[in-house]
């Protein structure tokens, strides 16, 4: 079935929460549900319309993957707090990495994410709470993705054929699977989520794993977590729409201490976007560029070379898995 798009110049945000918070209680009616959040703009607002429209029957959680940056558990939860949703951090590390091992198509390293995250995990979490349904954040732009072939999205199911309620034992239900990310912020804005939150750089799914070449392992993820911190620290003020660091598979020939070391990889990307369907590279100064490398070679262990993404989507897609 066509998802009918509500492009952002049509879209009323107040009258859309009205009625998804409506949607999500007929749908649940008495039963409960529970939702992911990972702190990322889609998955707060979904959290926040479920919230709103069951209260206490809606039980969040945090996956912790090992697959996230810096402190975003605790980052998360502390957000929520504020706006008085209680999260609970599930610690997943070892299931999602014993999933990704010695896994290295980009395509596979998805679907063991998608099987380690509904089947294991969620399944898990389903059989303990009786829940019958799971809201997320699903948005057009996933679901264009997925089905055009381009890359799968770990939340992307039915749409693919995937039942979700035969497949893992409960119903997934998708408030924003017809905004792209402009209208989920300004729907994120009418339910009061702060700025912090609604103006946060997209994420995928698959977190840090889609920022590794080659094999994910928690050594490997350790170091583009570091580097994406840098990253994410240096163009704070950029105004890009998404900036992020790459660990790529092949080792490179460098030099320290006059000795030769041959060392790891690291490549910066930086987009200017609107809706993550097109994207251009930012036009970062030299100085930039040259403070990025010199902090990423002398703060993260084993790099010897970084290099920036100059090439536009398409052809070139905004994550590298």
């Known amino acids: 079935m066509k998802i009918k798009e509500i492009k952002v110049k049509d879209l009323e945000p107040e009258k859309f929460v009205k009625e998804k918070i409506e949607e999500i209680s007929a749908i649940v009616g008495s039963d409960s549900a529970i939702n992911a959040l ?59 990495f014993d999933a990704l091992k010695s896994i290295t198509d980009p395509e596979e390293k998805r679907e063991a994410i998608t099987q380690t995250f509904y089947r294991d995990v969620f399944g898990k979490l389903v059989r303990k709470n009786g ?31 995937v039942d979700p309620e035969k497949e893992f034992g409960y119903k997934i239900i998708e408030p924003l699977v017809q905004l792209r990310k402009d209208g989920v912020r300004e729907v994120a804005k009418a ?37 994406t911190a840098i990253v994410e620290e240096e163009l704070s003020d950029s105004g890009a729409f998404q900036c992020m660091a790459i660990l790529h598979e092949d080792r490179v020939t460098g030099m320290r201490g006059g000795k030769r070391e041959y060392g790891m990889q690291i490549e910066i990307r930086s987009w200017e976007s609107k809706d993550a369907r097109t994207a251009t590279p930012t036009r970062l100064s030299y100085d930039i560029l040259e403070r990025l490398s010199e902090r990423i070679t002398g703060e993260v262990t084993g790099v010897v070379s970084v290099t920036y993404n100059i090439t536009k989507k398409p052809p070139s897609t905004m994550e590298a898995v």
């Open 191 to 227: 339910l009061g989520l702060p700025a912090l939150a609604y103006n946060k750089a997209p994420f995928p799914g698959p977190a840090l794993a889609a920022r590794v070449i080659g094999e994910v392992t928690p050594e490997r993820i350790a170091v583009v977590r570091k580097a």
């Open 131 to 161: 829940a019958k349904f799971l809201l997320q954040g699903t948005i057009l732009t996933d679901v264009d993705e997925t089905v055009a072939g381009i890359k799968r999205q770990h939340n992307i199911l039915e749409q693919l054929g």
């Open 38 to 96: 990972s702190g990322g703009v889609d998955s707060s607002t979904v959290t926040m319309l479920g919230h709103k429209a069951l209260g206490d029957r809606l039980k969040t959680y945090f996956i912790d993957s090992g697959l996230m940056r810096e402190d975003e558990p605790e980052r998360v939860v502390s957000l929520f707090e504020k706006v008085g949703v209680k999260v609970e951090v599930v610690d997943a590390q070892k299931q999602f």
